[in-house]
């Protein structure tokens, strides 16, 4: 049972626009910034959005990131079938005084 | 380019214990607080450990707290974790990752990974 919660899978069409959700609670997402990774299989995971809604150079636009409360979420706009892979959330947790991590998130381009 | 080497990882009888590395190049390692994160096969990212630029402050999850040690070399470039009373569920994929300017928050860079697997 992962600390930050986000839905198992999701999935959209080629050129659709998706979100994930990462859950948490004020110890984590209330109280630190946000963190999202991109993992395509065999692969090591890239950052994707860090700080909530920054990206890193390199990381298209059609990447995004936001936060409110003790919830986060990743957007996609424009699908690509390149796009299909794990995705993860990351937060500092206060009161673990550690790293927390949501259980990834498949996504599938159908 | 930054780039993340680690190695160490082999096959281990459960109760024993191991030492991984991590060669860090193409950033000012000392500058920058250093974190190891694991992948059990076929599961998700699980943080392991994190270390401060200077080795001063390390922080650990539950799960190994009081069995693995982190550590740093600064003068050699490198990243350790000393891991000891090995179990089953330690086997994973073990990732070096490096924090950001902002010290104690989530990686932005991550080596290859090496494989621990503890099995009899």
């Known amino acids: 049972q992962s600390v930050l919660t986000q839905p198992p899978s999701a999935s959209g069409t080629p050129g659709q626009r998706v979100t994930i959700s990462c859950s948490g609670s004020s110890s984590n997402i209330g109280s630190n910034y946000v963190y999202w990774y991109q993992q395509l299989p065999g692969t090591a995971p890239k950052l994707l959005i860090y700080r909530n809604n920054q990206r890193p150079s390199g990381v298209p636009d059609r990447f995004s990131g936001s936060k409110s409360g003790t919830s986060a979420s990743l957007a996609i706009s424009g699908l690509r079938s390149e796009d299909e892979a794990d995705y993860y959330c990351?937060?500092?947790?206060?009161?673990?005084?550690?790293?927390?991590f949501g259980g990834g998130t498949k996504l599938t381009v159908l | 380019e930054v780039q993340l080497v680690e190695s160490g990882g082999v096959v281990v009888q459960p109760g024993g214990s191991l030492r991984l590395s991590c060669a860090a190049s193409?950033?000012?390692?000392?500058?920058?607080?250093m974190h190891w994160v694991r992948q059990a096969p076929g599961k998700g990212l699980e943080w392991v450990s994190l270390i401060s630029w200077d080795g001063g402050s390390t922080y650990y999850a539950d799960s190994v707290k009081g069995r693995f040690t982190i550590s740093r070399d600064n003068s050699k470039n490198s990243l350790y974790l000393q891991m000891n009373s090995l179990r089953a569920e330690d086997t994973a994929l073990y990732y070096c990752?490096?924090?950001?300017?902002?010290?104690?928050?989530?990686?932005?860079?991550w080596g290859q990974g090496t494989l621990v697997t503890v099995s009899s």
């Open positions: 990351a937060a500092w947790d206060d009161s673990l005084s550690g790293q927390v």
């Open positions: 990752a490096k924090s950001t300017i902002f010290g104690v928050e989530p990686p932005d860079y």
């Open positions: 193409g950033f000012t390692f000392d500058d920058y607080a």
